[in-house]
T-cell receptor, first 115, second 109 residues
Framework: DTAVSQTPKYLVTQMGNDKSIKCEQN?????MYWYKQDSKKFLKIMFS???????INETVPNRFSPKSPDKAHLNLHINSLELGDSAVYFC??????????????FGPGTRLTVT | GQNIDQPTEMTATEGAIVQINCTYQ??????LFWYQQHAGEAPTFLSY????GLEEKGRFSSFLSRSKGYSYLLLKELQMKDSASYLC??????????FGQGTELSVKP
């Protein structure tokens, strides 16, 4: 009965590889997010989708591409991984539409290590 | 621009009260969230203030002054399990949360 789930939990890969992280929420929420938390613990928004539509797209390298097949899923694909991509990636979801602030529920995180 | 300032670290004693302050500057302000994050875990929601004043929820209370761009989180009857990072996050009309670096709270016996 996990609310927001992510796979994998840990991901170790080499520079130059392409990898994906999957996220699913069973809360019936309309909006989903990807965040990156670096070693200094800053939690930064990367993308947000509302009902499969991209609504927030921060200044993120275009090697990162989100995909939302339906409103319960938001995946993150990363091409040509770099050392600086090493971080914890959190998926989150919230109810409501753009312009309204609702609490966000976070997944357990995916710790990505690029060697 | 958007800027959030909160202390990096705080230490308090079990059973005591601690106040974590946050000042912020953000465009299109639409409420302020506080989240708790234990080491190695996901952030979890604590409180949300959209109007000025104090919101109380059990041992935790949160205060907001929109005119001053100021909020605080008050934790009472501290327990060891309250040792965590506390993240201040103002929201904007676009539904975006801007998280501060967080305040690392250590509760000592």
């Amino acid at each position: 009965d996990t609310a927001v789930s992510q796979t994998p939990k840990y991901l170790v890969t080499q520079m130059g590889n392409d990898k994906s992280i999957k996220c699913e929420q069973n809360l019936g929420h309309d909006t989903m997010y990807w965040y990156k938390q670096d070693s200094k613990k800053f939690l930064k928004i990367m993308f947000s989708y509302n009902n499969k539509e991209l609504i927030i797209n921060e200044t993120v390298p275009n090697r990162f591409s989100p995909k939302s097949p339906d409103k319960a899923h938001l995946n993150l694909h990363i091409n040509s991984l770099e050392l600086g991509d090493s971080a914890v990636y959190f998926c989150a979801s919230s109810q409501g539409r753009t312009g309204l602030s609702y609490e966000q529920y976070f997944g357990p995180g995916t710790r990505l290590t690029v060697t | 621009g958007q800027n959030i300032d909160q202390p990096t670290e705080m230490t308090a004693t079990e059973g005591a009260i601690v106040q974590i302050n946050c000042t912020y500057q953000t465009s299109g302000f639409n409420g302020l969230f506080w989240y708790q994050q234990h080491a190695g875990e996901a952030p979890t929601f604590l409180s949300y203030n959209v109007l000025d004043g104090l919101e109380e929820k059990g041992r935790f209370s949160s205060f907001l002054s929109r005119s001053k761009g100021y909020s605080y989180l008050l934790l009472k009857e501290l327990q060891m399990k309250d040792s965590a990072s506390y993240l201040c996050a103002p929201g904007n009309q676009g539904g975006k949360l801007i998280f501060g670096q967080g305040t690392e709270l250590s509760v000592k016996p």
